[in-house]
């Protein structure tokens, strides 16, 4: 899937977060969103992934230069970030259960997945019982092992020690091949391992 943004913009009542961003993300590439704290990173990341809608210019998804409406893109798209929250009265068997009934998974099983993510032992235990390292480490693994063309990860690092930081590299270059991956980072480690492309959102001061 392709995503053309066409002169962006985004307001928050009277301030203007950014303006007349233009950029073609292309299928099976992975890109770096960067920017200074404020530019903008994480509301343009949200327009991508249809949770909001810009204040000015347009979004187009495409395949095979055809566009597809944005009541059939939702499920195609994998979105990770900090305020994205998990149901946290389900346990995690039951977490993974209910994503899943949502998007296809890319496993042979809800088993298998556990064991991915390390957190076997834990199937039972409540989602608001998780540490912030492995509520973090599920988002990414609901996302990463979802069969989706679109992966839109927001400070993807954030709560991770070195440990889970290097699942986090590992799994993610064994599950991004042919796939659009859009990183919203300052943080070089999230991103230099994938050889990505960066597009920087300049600062906005009117």
Request: hydrophobic residues 35%; charged residues 25%.
């Amino acid at each position: 899937m392709d995503i053309e943004l066409s002169n962006i913009g985004k307001r928050y009542e009277n301030q203007w977060i950014f303006r007349g961003v233009s950029y073609h993300f292309r299928s099976s590439h992975v890109y770096a969103l960067t920017g200074h704290n404020g530019a903008g990173k994480s509301s343009l990341l949200k327009i991508i992934s249809g949770g909001h809608t810009p204040s000015e210019g347009q979004i187009t998804f495409s395949r095979e230069t055809k566009e597809i409406p944005i009541e059939k893109v939702n499920r195609e798209i994998a979105f990770v970030a900090p305020h994205v929250h998990l149901v946290e009265d389900f346990t995690l068997k039951e977490m993974v259960g209910f994503h899943f009934k949502f998007q296809k998974m890319n496993l042979k099983s809800e088993s298998l997945f556990i064991e991915k993510l390390n957190f076997i032992g834990h199937e039972n235990k409540l989602i608001s019982k998780f540490s912030s390292g492995m509520m973090q480490r599920l988002k990414l693994g609901l996302a990463l092992y979802s069969r989706v063309q679109v992966i839109l990860l927001d400070e993807p690092t954030s709560y991770l020690d070195e440990k889970n930081i290097q699942w986090y590299k590992e799994t993610l270059c064994n599950n991004f091949e042919n796939k659009l991956l859009i990183i919203a980072t300052n943080q070089k480690e999230d991103f230099d391992f994938l050889n990505a492309e960066e597009v920087h959102i300049p600062d906005f001061k009117k």
